[in-house]
């Protein structure tokens, strides 16, 4: 978003990437994370990412230069870091193999999932990186509070704030030695979010019932609905509305009849490019909620109150800010904001 690029640029401008009053990181640091200590001798020069979410991070941090490789999108890089973007190797679109990973030489791995490299490593465990002498790290807003033992997209035991994203930047800024950078990429996502809350008074009613809808494996089946505890519903907290769905469930399927018994105000649809499977495409959920007998009836879509949102603004990233602002623009657009 051109306004996330500004308010970056300027508060990058008033502390410089160069030298500042900030305190060097001391190496060896060690680091408690998601459940390990992870211990760097010195500054990693390569590092391979794993989840969008997570390169999109290191990007605003400015550290394209360290990127060995990429993998895991679901949609295009931010644009002010697309041409940074197309000069970094992208593994896979998907999970990319471990061999893969490491032929890319990394000191460092890092996870936007714990799924991908944590016990059930889809591309490796953490012990046969460390095996290889590579530190692997784990965006701790999949782990802190989180289970991800089910197989699915885990279970959240406590709300999701953006603090625990504000710890990975911290702690990303740390270990590059670019404390300076992490603490004004934070300042200014903390001011866009102070914005969007001022820009909306809140809704008309604070028991305004919304849902977020990722996918569905079949677009006529259970859909992927965010949980109580995810991003989205940290989204729908800072506007005041409320969640439709009360699993802890990240990312529960629900059925339509259940979901009509809420009968949704706004029905957020997630936008991208993946197309794992047909419901990822925007206009073919849009085109089932209109034609099916139950979702046809609901509040949301009598009167056409769908608001578009990338998924990764509802995945626990730096674009859930984006998330707040584009559902607060919605709302108050669909005339349900005071």
């Not at 990394?106 to 002498?133: I, M, T, Y």
């Not at 994203?165 to 979010?193: C, H, M, P, S, T």
Request: glycine share 8%; charged share 25%.
């Amino acid at each position: 978003m051109r306004h996330f690029l500004t308010t970056i640029t300027f508060a990058l401008g008033l502390t410089g990437f160069a030298a500042s009053s900030f305190a060097a990181t001391q190496y060896p640091l060690t680091i408690n994370n998601c459940g390990q200590k992870v211990t760097f001798q010195k500054l990693p020069a390569r590092i391979v990412s794993i989840g969008q979410g997570m390169t999109e991070i290191l990007l605003s941090l400015g550290l394209a230069d360290k990127i060995a490789g990429t993998a895991v999108w679901v949609g295009p890089v931010l644009p002010q870091y697309a041409e940074a973007n197309s000069k970094i190797p992208r593994l896979a679109d998907n999970d990319p193999s471990f061999e893969s990973v490491v032929g890319k030489e990394p000191d460092l791995v890092a996870a936007e999932f714990e799924w991908h490299v944590g016990a059930q490593g889809s591309v490796g465990k953490r012990e046969q990186f460390s095996e290889l002498g590579i530190n692997t790290y784990i965006a701790p807003t999949d782990c802190v509070a989180k289970v991800n033992t089910d197989g699915g997209d885990g279970v959240r035991k406590e709300l999701f704030t953006m603090d625990l994203v504000y710890q990975e930047i911290d702690e990303l800024a740390e270990i590059f030695d670019v404390k300076d950078r992490g603490d004004a990429l934070i300042a200014a996502l903390k001011k866009r979010e102070a914005d969007a809350v001022a820009s909306i008074s809140g809704a008309k009613s604070k028991d305004l019932p919304i849902v977020f809808w990722f996918s569905s494996k079949e677009v006529s089946g259970d859909a992927f609905i965010a949980g109580k505890n995810s991003a989205p519903a940290y989204i729908l907290k800072t506007i005041g509305a409320k969640n439709v769905v009360t699993t802890e469930e990240e990312w529960p399927l629900v059925g339509w009849e259940t979901i009509a018994q809420a009968n949704p105000a706004v029905i957020v649809i997630a936008t991208m490019d993946r197309r794992r499977y047909a419901a990822d495409d925007p206009k073919v959920k849009v085109d089932f909620l209109k034609k099916d007998p139950v979702t046809s009836q609901l509040d949301a879509v009598r009167n056409k109150h769908f608001v578009m949102m990338d998924a990764q603004s509802m995945n626990p990233t730096i674009r859930t800010i984006d998330g707040i602002e584009i559902l607060a623009k919605g709302i108050k657009s669909f005339g349900l904001a005071q």
